[in-house]
């Protein structure tokens, strides 16, 4: 018997060799991965990857490298209003599409996005299918994986769950479910495909794969799903454990070597699988820091305001040596935006004089200023996510040791226009799964080489963010 609420499962298969099974069938067909990410988070589950952060061809050739290459390229869409979403989706898709026809190597589509089911779920799938049709070879099927297992995101008996202070909730219970943007209220996957679909998609449409067809019937059985799915179907992906993925992604590799092609929802765990990657243990210092600490501060931008955050910068603030600055959100938003640049030099000042003495926090006051509408809402988020990374850019001459950014659009922003970076390496991850460190490779003069730890709004524990900021600053010795 099994105290979790999804009751009992079938169990885990003793199979061992998958993961190196993924990996001949991706060599032997050249097959690329790209990934367009809505958010800079979702390479949390993978390493020595490259991240793309502008739509650019040319920095798409470049991160896609070696005999199974696979690259993320970072579109923000979660920041965005859905026109905007679906022509960028559209515009990097076609640019990805024709760079795998200009090669002669077939390529696996993936729209990452949240693991807690926020962001322009249909929009960006069809606009994916656009591009496919387009240049007359449509997707099969699409596959909805929203597992983030490191973080307690996994999906049985078709329902959504999500950890939350240790105990599984379903998804639509949570907090993420009443997002001012992004907000719904199902839990189970194929009544929010349809919902999403606002009536384009019918229930006949809507198939699933069980933990039964994965752990008993094995990669054959998946197979026969995916090959029996209909052109324009959603096909839901329940999942506890890697190695429920890892059946799901060689079954659809090699469903797709027999002529078929997939189109991919997921969260941030399916990557990794569909790479067919190792687990990789957390960063240690040595990795982080190959030549020593040089021994200077740091810089942490928070701008999510999830509970989960604030509870993490209450922790911050108690054990961790850190000189706060707080920006007033609504004393910004009513201000000439003519006069943001004195603000912003205001600010970067402070910090710099601080960063002299500790760590420094730069805070968006705490009381979340919405708006009657998503749009609105977004706006006011984009105008105060460019005044954050105005002030990282002008603190940059500090020399700050490292930068880290919690929150998707925050962590996006600061990337771009903070750190000027173009394209970046994922080290690796400070815990299991969860908070990357990137590695700047085209950017800013004054970021190459210099750490830049990305941090989901919603992952960790309340100690995660002081954790983060111990391994950082050298205080731990790991």
């Known amino acids: 018997m099994t105290d979790e609420p999804w009751g009992d499962v079938p169990p885990i298969p003793a199979d061992t060799d998958v993961r190196s099974r993924i990996r001949r069938l991706r060599a032997e067909s050249g097959r690329m991965i790209g990934v367009l990410d809505d958010d800079p988070t979702g390479s949390q589950s993978v390493h020595g990857i490259q991240v ?42 076609a640019d990805l599409v024709a760079l795998a026809e200009k090669r002669g190597q077939p390529i696996d589509i993936v729209s990452r996005s949240d693991s807690t089911l926020r962001g322009h779920f249909f929009a960006e799938i069809a606009a994916l299918e656009r591009v496919r049709a387009a240049r007359g070879r449509s997707h099969d099927a699409v596959l909805f994986v929203p597992a983030y297992l490191e973080a307690g995101r996994v999906t049985a008996g078709d329902i959504h769950w999500a950890r939350v202070d240790g105990r599984y909730v379903p998804v639509g219970q949570t907090e993420f479910a009443r997002d001012a943007t992004f907000g719904y209220s199902e839990s189970n996957l194929r009544e929010f495909v349809m919902s999403s679909a606002r009536g384009a998609i019918g229930s006949e449409r809507v198939h699933s794969i069980s933990l039964g067809d994965i752990r008993i019937g094995g990669p054959e059985r998946v197979a026969e799903i995916l090959d029996g799915a ?33 189109l991919y929802r997921t969260g941030p765990s399916f990557v990794r699988a569909l790479d067919g990657q190792e687990p990789r ?72 004089a601080a ?15 919405a708006a009657s509408d998503r749009e609105s809402s977004l706006l006011i988020a984009q105008r105060v996510s460019a005044c954050v990374s105005a002030i990282v850019n002008a603190v940059l001459s500090a020399e700050p040791a490292w930068v880290l950014a919690k929150g998707g659009i925050t962590s996006h922003d600061v990337a771009v226009t903070g750190l000027g970076i173009r394209r970046a390496e994922v080290a690796g991850q400070l815990f299991a799964g969860m908070v990357s460190v990137y590695r700047p490779i085209s950017a800013d003069a004054r970021a190459v080489g210099r750490p830049y730890v990305v941090f989901a709004g919603n992952v960790g524990d309340e100690n995660a963010l002081a954790d983060v900021a111990a391994r950082m600053s050298g205080e731990d010795g790991v």
């Open 52 to 93: 793309v952060t502008v739509p650019d061809p040319a920095e798409y050739r470049a991160a896609l490298t070696g005999s199974t290459p696979t690259a993320f390229v970072l579109t923000n869409t979660r920041s965005m209003a859905e026109p905007a979403a679906v022509a960028l989706n559209m515009s990097v898709g």
């Open 230 to 262: 209909g052109r324009g179907d959603v096909v839901v992906v329940n999942a506890l454990d890697y190695t429920d993925l890892e059946a799901v992604a060689l079954a659809a590799l090699a469903v797709e070597a027999g002529g078929k092609s997939f």
């Open 355 to 369: 960063l002299e003495r500790s760590d420094v926090l730069l805070l968006t006051s705490r009381t979340l200023v």
């Open 281 to 352: 243990a957390p960063l240690a210092a040595s990795e982080i820091w190959p030549h020593g600490h040089p021994g200077r501060h740091g810089l942490i931008v928070v701008g999510s305001h999830v509970g989960q955050t604030s509870r993490q910068v209450a922790v911050l603030g108690k054990v961790h040596e850190t000189a706060e600055v707080e920006l007033d959100v609504p004393a910004l938003l009513a201000r000439a935006e003519r006069t943001t640049q004195l603000y912003v030099d205001e600010m970067a000042g402070r910090i710099a």
